[in-house]
C-alpha cells in the first residue's frame, strides 16, 4: 500500500501564506505524478496543482501567480507553497499520487491523503 500524509494546513487571514507539505510512504518504486486538490463546502473537489516526477507543472487558473507547487523525489514528497491567500481558497486541502508502480504489482494506482483544513479569514 501507498500512504499519503498531509500537513502544513491552518487559519490564516487573507493576504498570509501556508505551505503544504505531504509525503508519500510504502512499498512503491515511482509516483509519476504528485498534486494537490482541494474541496469547498457544498462544491466539487478541483485540481490545485500538480507536478510530474520531471518537475512539469499544471495550476489551476485561479491559483496562477500565488500558489507555487515543488517536489522532491528523493523524499517522495509534495509541497504546495500559497501566497496572497484569499477566502475563497477556504477548503480542505487533498494530496493525490497518481501513476504509482508499485513492488510486485503490474499496472498504475491512485491514491488520496486524509486531507487537511485551509481557512483563509478576511
Known amino acids: 500500500q501507498v500512504q499519503l500524509v498531509e500537513s502544513g494546513g491552518g487559519l490564516v487571514q487573507a493576504g498570509g501564506s501556508l505551505r503544504l507539505s505531504c509525503a508519500a510512504s510504502?512499498?512503491?518504486?515511482?509516483?509519476?505524478?504528485m498534486g494537490w486538490y482541494r474541496q469547498a463546502p457544498g462544491k466539487q473537489r478541483e485540481l490545485v496543482a500538480h507536478i510530474t516526477s520531471g518537475g512539469t507543472t499544471n495550476y489551476a487558473d485561479s491559483v496562477k501567480g500565488r500558489f507555487t507547487i515543488s517536489r522532491d523525489n528523493a523524499k517522495n514528497t509534495v509541497y504546495l507553497q500559497m501566497n496572497s491567500l484569499k477566502p475563497e481558497d477556504t477548503a480542505v486541502y487533498y494530496c493525490?499520487?497518481?501513476?504509482?508502480?508499485?513492488?510486485?504489482?503490474?499496472?498504475?494506482?491512485?491514491?488520496w491523503g486524509q486531507g487537511t483544513q485551509v481557512t483563509v479569514s478576511s
Open positions: 493525490n499520487a497518481d501513476q504509482v508502480r508499485r513492488l510486485g504489482y503490474l499496472g498504475r494506482y491512485n491514491y
Open positions: 510504502g512499498t512503491f518504486f515511482s509516483i509519476n505524478i
